[in-house]
T-cell receptor, first 110, second 115 residues
Framework: GNSVTQMEGPVTLSEEAFLTINCTYTATGYPSLFWYVQYPGEGLQLLLKATKADDKGSNKGFEATYRKETTSFHLEKGSVQVSDSAVYFCALTMGNQFYFGTGTSLTVIP | NAGVTQTPKFQVLKTGQSMTLQCAQDMNHNSMYWYRQDPGMGLRLIYYSASEGTTDKGEVPNGYNVSRLNKREFSLRLESAAPSQTSVYFC??????????????FGAGTRLSVL
C-alpha cells in the first residue's frame, strides 16, 4: 500500500542553521507530494507541493524536490529563523488516497 | 475570509454520549475531509466526501458517521463516544480530489476528550 515515512523529531536548531527533514514514500503509482506546516494551536497549512518527478516545490525559503528514483521528498531550508518553529508534515495524495507522515517538530533557538 | 470553520473548539464528553462536530467551508470546494490527529501517529483520515452527495470511508472510520449536508458543510458524528476517540479532529477541504488540485485547507481543529 501507499505510505509516507518522515524523520522523527524533535529537531532543535540554532537560528541561521541549515535544515533538512527527510521524507520517503511508498506508492504504487505516481503520487503528488506535499509539505504542510502546523503552528501551535492551528490547523495545517500548505508549505509547498510537487506533482511529478523532478519537480521542485518552494516557498518562504523552503525547498523540496520530488525524487522518483529514491522515492524521496526531503524538505530543506538554508537558514532557519525562530518563526520557523512548528511541526512539519510530509503528505502524499493519489486518486482518493491521502497519507500524512507522523510530523517532525522543529524548534529554532535564537 | 473565513476558510474552513470548525465548531466547537473544545469538548468534553462522557463515555457513551453522542455529539456532532460541525465543519463549513466558504471556498466553493468540492471535496471535504475529516482527520484525527494523535501523538506519534500524524493525521489519519476518518471519512471524506469527494463531492456533494458522496461520502467514503478513510483509514479509521469505525465509531464515526458523516453527513455532507450541502456543498459547504460536512459534519462528523460520534454516536457513542469512547475514550479511544479522545483526539484532535481536523476538517479540511480541497478544490478537488485529484493530484495537484488536492491542496487541502484545514480548520483550526476540535480538541475532544472522552472520559
Amino acid at each position: 500500500g501507499n505510505s509516507v515515512t518522515q524523520m522523527e523529531g524533535p529537531v532543535t536548531l540554532s537560528e541561521e542553521a541549515f535544515l533538512t527533514i527527510n521524507c520517503t514514500y511508498t506508492a504504487t503509482g505516481y503520487p503528488s507530494l506535499f509539505w504542510y506546516v502546523q503552528y501551535p494551536g492551528e490547523g495545517l497549512q500548505l508549505l509547498l507541493k510537487a506533482t511529478k518527478a523532478d519537480d521542485k516545490g518552494s516557498n518562504k525559503g523552503f525547498e523540496a524536490t520530488y525524487r522518483k528514483e529514491t522515492t524521496s521528498f526531503h524538505l530543506e531550508k538554508g537558514s532557519v529563523q525562530v518563526s520557523d518553529s512548528a511541526v512539519y508534515f510530509c503528505a502524499l495524495t493519489m486518486g482518493n488516497q491521502f497519507y500524512f507522515g507522523t510530523g517532525t517538530s522543529l524548534t529554532v533557538i535564537p | 475570509n473565513a476558510g474552513v470553520t470548525q465548531t466547537p473548539k473544545f469538548q468534553v464528553l462522557k463515555t457513551g454520549q453522542s455529539m456532532t462536530l460541525q465543519c463549513a467551508q466558504d471556498m466553493n470546494h468540492n471535496s471535504m475531509y475529516w482527520y484525527r490527529q494523535d501523538p506519534g501517529m500524524g493525521l489519519r483520515l476518518i471519512y471524506y466526501s469527494a463531492s456533494e452527495g458522496t461520502t467514503d470511508k478513510g483509514e479509521v472510520p469505525n465509531g464515526y458517521n458523516v453527513s455532507r449536508l450541502n456543498k459547504r458543510e460536512f459534519s462528523l458524528r460520534l454516536e457513542s463516544a469512547a475514550p479511544s476517540q479522545t483526539s484532535v479532529y481536523f476538517c479540511a477541504s480541497s478544490q478537488d480530489l485529484a493530484g495537484g488540485w488536492n491542496i487541502q485547507y484545514f480548520g483550526a481543529g476540535t480538541r475532544l476528550s472522552v472520559l
